[in-house]
């Protein structure tokens, strides 16, 4: 047997290499995996704020929008305020005229009364 004895001790060294590097590679996989795993969460965190910002993103271009329609609507009204607004300046312009007239009429209700052209 101290053959087979010295033959255990030749193969010892790279037995325990082969087994060590086996050992190394198992734990490069189980890092992968755990690698692996982690980027899978990053990719999904990066998702989710894309998503997020899209939706304020959305929200906001909305909310534009309504504020845009809201000016638009405000301007129409005053549009409108100003068109009455000249309007009853109109009139108040026009019954001016007519008090002027009436005024006239006061003073020389013979002139129109049998007035002849």
């Known amino acids: 047997m101290p ?3 010295a033959m255990d001790d030749k193969f010892e ?6 087994a060590e590097t086996e050992a190394g590679q198992e734990a490069i996989r189980s890092g992968q995996g755990k690698m692996k795993i982690r980027m ?11 998503r997020s910002e899209k939706e304020g993103t959305e929200a906001h271009v909305d909310c534009q929008v309504k504020v845009i329609k809201l000016e638009d ?9 100003e068109d009455t ?8 312009e026009f019954q001016g005229r007519i008090s002027t007239m009436e005024k006239k009429l006061r003073g020389q209700p013979e002139k129109f009364i049998n007035h002849k052209p």
């Open 73 to 81: 609507h405000v301007n129409r009204y005053i549009g409108k305020v």
């Open 13 to 18: 060294m790279p037995f325990a290499m082969i």
């Open 40 to 50: 899978e969460q990053e990719k999904e965190e990066i998702r989710n704020l894309i």
């Open 3 to 5: 053959v087979a004895g």
């Open 85 to 92: 607004k000249g309007f009853k300046e109109g009139i108040e």
